[in-house]
């Protein structure tokens, strides 16, 4: 499979400027029936804080711990070395420095707090993350139980082994 057919699948179009070098853009998402087509993608438009709730932000918390939980379980059956569950705890680092925020919550307050503390982990840098620090294991607990005060559950869902 080529690149631009991974990225085709993947959702991105390539224009001119793409063929040329340039990184393809996401495609807009379909318009709903009847509604009119905008250029901002689902989860820009869920980050807006007027429209993100305290589900929307343990929604992006359950992802994270799934990540954690699943190369963590795998590190620990020997079906990964620990310099992969490291990749994954940054990958899980900036999913969950992505989480959106209302700011009007205190779950969001927290949130945000932790998100500030996060060392920059751009995609392909070996450096350090949140996830699986003593700092995270300190504050997650919280986290999820302003979550379950929110009425918002967060899912892990394992899926390595068995």
């Known amino acids: 499979m ?3 057919s991974a990225l085709t699948l993947a ?5 001119d400027a793409a063929a040329e070098g340039a990184k393809p853009t996401p495609s807009p998402p379909a318009a709903a029936a009847g509604a009119q087509s905008s250029p901002t ?8 804080a007027a429209e993100v ?3 929307d932000t343990c929604a992006a918390i359950s992802d994270v711990l799934t990540i954690q939980f699943n190369a963590e379980a795998a590190l620990r059956d020997g079906r990964m070395q620990a310099q992969e569950q490291q990749a994954w705890n940054r990958l899980a680092t900036r999913v969950f420095d992505r989480a959106p925020i209302s700011g009007e ?4 307050q927290a ?3 932790l998100q500030a503390s996060i060392p920059d982990s751009p995609p392909g840098a ?6 699986g620090t003593d700092e995270w294991l300190a504050a997650f607990p919280t986290i999820t139980q302003l979550c379950a005060q929110a ?5 892990t869902e394992g899926f390595v082994g068995g």
Do not use: E, M, P
């Open 126 to 131: 070996l450096g350090t993350t949140l996830i």
């Open 2 to 4: 080529t690149v631009a």
């Open 105 to 108: 919550t205190v779950l969001s």
């Open 53 to 55: 709730t305290d589900t």
């Open 151 to 155: 009425g918002a559950q967060v899912v």
């Open 111 to 113: 949130v945000a707090d």
């Open 11 to 15: 959702g991105c179009t390539a224009s």
């Open 41 to 48: 993608t689902d989860a820009a438009a869920r980050t807006d």
